[in-house]
């Protein structure tokens, strides 16, 4: 199941991450793709928000991670890999992605040698003024994931 869709603007964009939020799975690792201004800080900063992040949600950018505690219990990872040269790079963090109960990555073609599988596959692409979003599920959990946000 790919779910093909259009978001008119940054509200939009606001609520699918709040949809997502809504039935996440208890572990969940999500690719983030598309080009710079796409979205993906804006989706992930959404979701985790969601999620009862509170206090600045800061894009990792620069630092690669951020770590957030999350309202249910456990963490959460965004990373950043755009500034990563060789996927080796990733051990040098200290961090270990499968340990999180979410973990966003964007750029994950960056890492994806070291990174544990996506639940779920998101790509967005400026179109107009708008984004098209494109998600692929790719494990049982997020194929549950989509269809329990309403997406099957």
Known sequence: MT???FLEDESATTALGERL?????????????GDLGAGKSTLARALLRALGV??????PTYT???????AAGGWALHLDLFRIGHPGELEFLGIDPAEACVCLVEWPEHGQAVLPPADLD????VEGH???C????QSAS???????????
Not at 64 to 70: A, F, G, K, S, T
């Open 3 to 5: 779910i093909d869709g």
């Open 21 to 33: 939020a809504r039935t996440i799975p208890k572990r969940a690792v999500v690719f983030l793709r």
């Open 54 to 59: 509170t206090g600045a949600i800061r894009s």
């Open 64 to 70: 690669l991670v951020e770590p957030y505690p999350l």
């Open 122 to 125: 998101i790509s967005l692409a």
């Open 130 to 132: 708008g984004r098209r």
């Open 134 to 137: 494109v998600l692929q599920p």
């Open 142 to 152: 997020g194929e549950d994931w989509l269809a329990n946000a309403g997406y099957g």
